[in-house]
């Protein structure tokens, strides 16, 4: 390794990497809390709400940057994560809400089905190139102390933060938070106890899709827009689900980061090739479902006989 | 004869000690229950002498073998069966092909151990292998008046016949210990009379029975000893009579009961 | 358009092996595996590989085809077939991609995007089986998949079938009943990537070249569609559902409408096809195969109210 500097500098990427990666985790482990299955379509919904947000930001922003078109970006990231909230609980209600009671392996079909309509009719309607979404500020590095920090990453870093602290809140905190462990811990109890359940589902979709549009919209800024961008995006995210503890929602926090710092430092310091990057994860998810399947923060569950 | 013993066995989730430090005996040819009031541990002891759980500490000895934290299957293989509380049948098989299911090592895994050798064979000898199974699963069916039924699906069997088709499974895989999680549960009297004949009839084949039940009138009729389970621990064994008087037996469980 | 229907009944043979091979693990066993792209990833290259580097007769090249398919197949499920069957899901589409990925990177053996070329046709005594002459392609085709329908029908009904059988029905109780499942899910998947891999052997030699860009997601998608349309845990609807989907696949261009129809309405479909047959019918077009009873003559014997007596 370099200097301090340049450890900071691959922390800072790790971080926002990371920071990312826990947004879209949320989601998966939010689901699989309650409804013990992998959502498939989870990185589709990213894909769908980033191009909903890239249309409507080139709709409104204006030519120069300034103070309204950052508010028009965060505007438009606004209306993705409504369609995509929309998009998620529309999905559960059509794909998945009829097939609870049907075997394990049926909604994961169902799931694996919705994925792809979803990438191959975005390919369909707005093409297969990849589409550029404009920074809404200058994106010049800022160098502090040997650090580069692009304002994307701050961005991102904020964002990111802002987030994690309103969901945590709000599931600890307010009534519907609340129901929604009551569920996730019994279902059938929470709804003898009068909590309606159908509702906390639809709820979790929403946000866990709302979570997605975010982080798709906040990469997008770099990766762009295109119809498989959520695919490889979202398995990893799912990975870092695991890795914190599938349906934990600190873990997912917790997994999503440290899959970022993983694979940047990865590529930065074990020099794995920048083609084998995206390899780094799998390898992370076959080392922690042999050491701790349960993940770093989850409880082991046994299958109740 | 000790067939089956567990020492100082204890399983821990977390903070929450199911069974602690359990030593519990399985005396051969006899009929064991195991009562005690709900989470008491019973099952959860059941799931570690059968492999389905390990413990956090202590021992399990069967024939003199130590056990302790053996795969299901191998248990199994040694002699072990058993039934679940919820019964746990193969859903979309048939009455017949869920006994065979049980028959299952009993073929093609002969002493030598030949694994690839032995899946290999029954692949080409596919034919007379199978109608051994077969043979050996409708005398089992028989011995529960199921024959008849051999060719329904498992799910579409009333309750009762669900029950014993367990138990019939159990018994294909020619055990010397057999282990009953709640038989008679969700069973009316007449069926519940019916059920401790044919653990009797059981007993008579030379099998060890150990069962959970909370039905006491059956416990009382047909175990000959009983171990009580309380918060995890051993607090009583002995004859149905002795526990029947244990004072603390009867604070723990039987005061909470309607007997 | 003879070409045509000759060309969906080639595909319809080698995504048959496949789909086989998919149904023994998903169907049987009750796992979502995502990575039959991948096997016969594996498959086509090693035929590739030894035919052209090194010269070897195909037929020499089918059976190790196979056995590396199965290898890897143990690999990757080694680790995760002891877990929940989610995981192996997840596991498996990283396993395709990072197949996929290598292809793409390790130039000195499979020559990345570019793929390899000019792989020979296969001969039988001498005579060589042209992809240009689709009626002799199409039944060595079809006598592989003849084959492998009858290994597989017989091993259904063999006591290892049932053992599957008993483990997607419910692990724990097989396990209670002497059956050692992770081994018997690791020989599932094993099996399954081995006829994938042989798929991908005739695929080499019916294209006569391969890259990477044959090998997608799309390709996995495919073939558990046709799994699930046709019917999990009868092999004889997979291989009608392998058909349907192929004959999906080419429609546009049977018709001659691929201009009109752009290449993603198939993909929607088969999305589609899923999700509904999940919904509406998830056994499938055919259903699983028949029970084996003692009895066939009273086939459905009434439900008993009750009482042996």
Known sequence: ?305 | MILLETKQLTRAYGGVIAVSKVDFEVEQGLITGLIGPNGAGKTTLFNNITGLDVPTSGTVHYKGKEITGKSAHSICRMGVARTFQNIRLFKELTVLENVMVGRHFKVGTSPTKGRFGSVLKSFISLGNEEFEMKKEALHWLDFFELGELSDELAKNLPYGHQRELEIARALATEPSLLFLDEPAAGMNPQETEHLMSTIRRIRALGITVVLIEHDMKLVMNICDTITVLNYGQNIAQGTPKEIKRNPLVIEAYLGKEDE | MLNFVLLIFIYSGIYALMAMGQNVITGYVGLLSLCQAGFFAIGSYATAILSVTYGWNFWLTIPIAGVLAALSGVLIGLPTLRLKGDYLAIATLGFGEIVRNILNNWDSLTRGPMGIQRIPMATVFGLKISPYEKWGFLVMVWIFVLVGYLFFRHLARSRMGRALEAIREDEIAASSMGINTTKYKVWAFALGAFAAGVAGSLQAVFTLSVSPGTFTFMVSIMVLCMVVLGGMGNFLAVILGAFLIQFISYFPQLVGLSNIIPPQFKQVLFGLILVVMMIWRPQGILGRAPRMTLNPKKKQPKDSDGGEK
């Open chain 1, 1 to 305: 390794m370099g200097s301090a500097a340049e450890f900071f500098q691959h922390l800072m990427n790790g971080l926002t990497l990371g920071g990312i990666y826990a947004l879209i985790a949320l989601g998966y482990t939010m689901v699989y809390g309650i409804l013990k299955f992998i959502n498939f379509a989870h990185g589709d919904i990213l894909m769908v709400g980033s191009y909903i947000g890239l249309f409507v930001y080139n709709a409104i922003r204006g030519q120069i940057l300034g103070f309204w078109t950052i508010i028009a970006f965060f505007l438009s990231m606004l209306v993705g994560m409504v369609f995509s909230a929309v998009l998620g609980i529309a999905i559960e209600r059509i794909a998945y809400k009829p097939l609870r009671k049907a075997t394990r392996l049926a909604p994961l079909l169902s799931a694996i089905g919705v994925s792809f309509i979803l990438s191959n009719l975005a390919a369909w309607m707005w093409g297969t190139k990849s589409k550029k979404l404009e920074y809404p500020f200058n994106n010049a590095p800022l160098h502090i102390g040997g650090v580069a920090i692009t304002p994307h990453q701050i961005l991102i870093l904020v964002v990111v933060i802002v987030m994690m602290v309103a969901l945590k809140l709000f599931i600890d905190r307010s009534r519907m938070g609340k129901a929604m462990r009551a569920t996730s811990l019994d279902q059938d109890t929470a709804k003898l106890m009068g909590v309606k359940v159908d509702r906390i589902i639809a709820l979790t979709f929403a946000i866990g899709s709302a979570l997605a549009a975010t982080a798709g919209f906040l990469i997008a800024l770099e990766i762009k827009v295109y119809p498989s961008m959520g695919t490889m995006t979202g398995l990893k995210a799912f990975v870092a689900a695991v890795v914190g503890g599938i349906g934990n929602i600190s873990g997912a926090m917790v997994g999503g980061i440290l899959l970022g710092l993983i694979e940047t430092f990865g590529v930065a310091l074990i020099g794995i090739p920048y083609g084998l990057r995206d390899t780094i994860a799998f390898a992370v998810l076959i080392i922690i479902l042999l050491v701790k399947p349960e993940g770093l923060l989850g409880k082991a569950e046994k299958e109740k006989v």
